[in-house]
């Protein structure tokens, strides 16, 4: 856990009232992503450009509309990360060589999904990391290639279906490779600030981005986008299953900060996946018309593994 | 008028980064490719030895370059990038987005023809992938015209009624290697002609929040944009003619869209850009010798295409070559389709206007060829491109077959 002097806030009546995501966004109903968003930029505030790669969150901003308070720069799928770069070079020019006041420096950011993240980005990101780029980049992980009625990316979890890798008799799992480890990829780079969240944990989101906000150089957030779309739920069981996938243990809470990952949110007693992957139609071929009892068991073998050292 | 003026010899690379150290650049975001790279290596260190403020950042491809390129320029700085080839490929996606976020910057792209197969030496299928792609082009044929036409590219760039990206060509190893005589202007004197960049769309600070680039739904709003995008490139023909004018006023050269090479009395025009113009103009002054009316359109700016200058320039000639130094695989030459439909509505329109595609991957076009292109216009027989490629060319490439040990009859 971390350390309670770290908060700045303590519960969910601290976060500001004001809001910088409007609503009304054409973005699904019950999207997870959104509401990540949403609590991130109640700490960070308007004064943020986003670079934004071709994804779901592309259709916040459809001419002449946009929902943010802050400004907006869409760019292609793979260069969120260089586009950042720019922006973020160009502020700083202006303000050590043309003496732009402090009042107008902005927040740079990225919103990318996984799709462009955990793939065509991710060497631009790395690159960006490298170079020590002071951004924040947001990812809304919903575990799919969503924008596109929800492909295979590498985020998506073994067991899972997804339009473009199918369970089939030969193939009864779907996804057959397990989802790559951004965040252990991301680490490596040794950047400033490293975070996994999630809408459900709003309080513990907000402090993370307010800790970021203190910081500087590459700040990087992979937030857990319960997609009712692309994962198959009504969009009333969205906090659900975001919640169900904290007390699983599917998805860790954590942050990497110092050289040091902690757990910000650990599940006292995880409850089993099944739990979790029932709600949702993308496993349904694990318990119809026949129950995938190695599957399933193969999932919850990863998550116990994963925890194993922290109990 | 001029100031100081400092005659050096440069080669185009080293003119390019004068060209950008001359306009007070702000910002270069680089990455390596040869022939292009002595450009950044010489931007970099002008800006590690204080010569030039501003930053220069190390980019991990092209794609991310020009990104990064675009996003500066909307967020009030000038910049300046260069490229070159396989480079600007692999970054296309990125300059198709920046030129549709309508920001100013110039580049320079050194030509190298295309992979495969894999080579260095130039043709202009790199610099004309991009021919649709939104941003203003002149080529150049010497290393003054490479520093020359980034400072005007600056102010043609940054002008409101244009805000589109300026490419400034120039061909690898014959200009980018080569060293020229080149008048560097004098720096105050380039200020008065070039002021600091002054962004005169809105860009990204807290006091102006905006949104760029938004999706659109719906043909209507999509062509809407694009059409402007289109008005704003054409009119980039009319801020060019302003800025060369003055350019001229206060340095004493002149640029024009087109430049004609003892055209009045010609007979025979071969209409030619970059590097090899000046093989061209060469070959005309021989051709001269030989009491053959020979004379040289020489193309500079390729977008906006000056399709009423070259309607006029090419009126009442009976006999036009279009040397292409590229080819459209399956086509042939790619200027070429667009000459021909600018002559189409003009009365005295060429007799022949033959097509020639000729100095791939930075071949030699010889005098040899050019007499075999007045031969082909002679006949009038225009029907399909000439090919520059001779006996010595494929006795020279029998030879690298033996060597590899292909037999004769298997390559027959």
């Not at chain 1, 902005?106 to 951004?135: C, E, N, W």
């Not at chain 2, 299928?125 to 002149?138: E, M």
């Not at chain 2, 590229?326 to 030459?333: Q, R």
Request: glycine letters at 8%; charged letters at 25%; one cysteine or more.
């Amino acid at each position: 856990m971390t350390d309670a002097t770290d908060k700045t806030y303590r519960k969910i009546k601290d976060l500001p009232l004001e809001e910088e995501v409007a609503p009304g966004s054409p973005l699904c109903a019950g999207c997870g992503g959104l509401e990540g968003l949403r609590l991130a930029e109640k700490v960070l505030g308007h004064n943020v450009v986003y670079s934004n790669a071709a994804g779901c969150f592309t259709l916040m901003s459809i001419f002449p509309f946009n929902p943010l308070r802050g400004s907006w720069l869409y760019t292609t799928m793979s260069a969120p990360t260089a586009t950042s770069q720019g922006i973020r070079d160009a502020l700083d020019i202006r303000k050590n060589k043309y003496g732009m006041p402090e009042s107008e420096d902005l927040q740079v950011m990225v919103i990318a999904g996984d799709g462009s993240t955990y793939d065509m980005g991710l060497s631009p990101t790395s690159a960006a990391i490298h170079r020590k780029l002071d951004f924040i980049y947001f990812c809304y992980d919903n575990q799919g290639y969503g924008n596109t009625g929800f492909q295979l990316s590498a985020s998506s979890p073994y067991g899972s279906h997804t339009q473009t890798a199918p369970p089939a008799l030969e193939h009864p799992a779907g996804a057959e490779q397990e989802s790559k480890d951004i965040f252990e990829i991301w680490k490596a780079h040794n950047p400033v600030y490293l975070a996994t969240v999630t809408p459900r944990e709003p309080v513990d989101l907000a402090n993370k981005f307010a800790k970021a906000k203190t910081l500087k150089g590459p700040r990087l957030f992979i937030c857990l986008a319960p997609c009712p779309t692309g994962w198959g739920f009504d969009p009333s069981l969205m906090h659900q299953i975001a919640k169900l996938a904290v007390d699983t243990g599917i998805f860790p809470v954590r942050e990497y900060f110092e050289g040091k990952v902690t757990h910000t949110k650990i599940p006292r007693k995880r409850v089993p996946v099944e739990k979790y992957l029932e709600l949702q139609q993308r496993f349904r071929h694990l318990f119809e018309p026949k129950r995938q009892d190695e599957i399933i068991a193969h999932i919850q073998q990863k998550v116990d593994d994963y925890w194993k050292p922290y109990e | 008028m001029e100031g100081t003026v400092n005659r050096r010899m440069l080669t185009g690379n080293k003119a390019a980064a004068w060209g950008a150290r001359l306009a007070g650049v702000d910002y270069v975001p680089a990455f390596p490719i040869t022939p292009q790279t002595e450009i950044v290596e010489t931007l970099a260190k002008w800006f590690a030895g204080g010569e030039m403020t501003g930053k220069f950042t190390n980019m991990d491809s092209e794609h991310s370059m020009f990104a990064a390129a675009g996003a500066a320029a909307a967020t009030g700085v000038r910049v300046f990038t260069a490229s070159s080839s396989q480079g600007i490929l692999y970054g296309m996606e990125s300059l198709y987005t920046v030129t549709g976020w309508r920001v100013p910057f110039v580049m320079v792209n050194v030509s190298r023809a295309l992979a495969t197969p894999i080579t260095l030496e130039p043709d202009h299928n790199d610099v004309l992938a991009l021919r649709d792609a939104g941003l203003v082009q002149f080529h150049a044929e010497t290393c003054q015209e490479v520093l020359d036409l980034i400072l005007i590219g600056y102010r043609v760039t940054e002008d409101p009624r244009v805000c589109l990206p300026v490419l400034v060509n120039m061909d690898g190893f014959y200009l980018s290697f080569t060293r020229e005589p080149v008048l560097l202007p004098d720096e105050n004197a380039v200020r008065e002609f070039l002021p600091p960049f002054k962004a005169e769309q809105p860009v990204f600070q807290a006091s102006t929040p905006q949104a760029r680039a938004s999706a659109i739904f719906g043909g209507s709003h999509y062509s809407y944009f694009k059409f402007q995008q289109h008005l704003a490139l054409q009119k980039a023909g009319d801020v060019f003619k302003e800025a060369a004018r003055e350019f001229a006023d206060r340095f004493g050269r002149s640029y024009h869209a087109l430049e004609p090479y003892r055209m009045e009395d010609a007979e025979y025009v071969f209409v030619m850009s970059n590097s090899f113009a000046t093989k061209g103009k060469s070959a005309v002054n021989k051709l001269r010798q030989k009491e053959i009316k020979a004379g040289l359109l020489k193309l500079v700016q390729v977008r906006p295409f000056p399709k009423k200058e070259l309607a006029k320039a090419l009126a009442g000639k009976k006999r036009v070559a279009v040397i292409d130094q590229n080819i459209s695989l399956g086509s042939g030459g790619i200027l070429f389709p667009e000459i021909a439909a600018a002559l189409y509505p003009v009365q005295d329109r060429p007799e022949t206007l033959l097509p020639v595609v000729g100095g791939l991957g930075g071949k030699d076009i010889l005098e040899s060829d050019f007499d075999a292109i007045i031969d082909r216009l002679d006949k009038g027989d225009a029907t399909a491109p000439l090919l520059l490629y001779n006996e010595h060319d494929l006795a020279q490439f029998r030879a690298m077959q033996k060597i590899a040990g292909k037999t004769e009859e298997v390559l027959s």
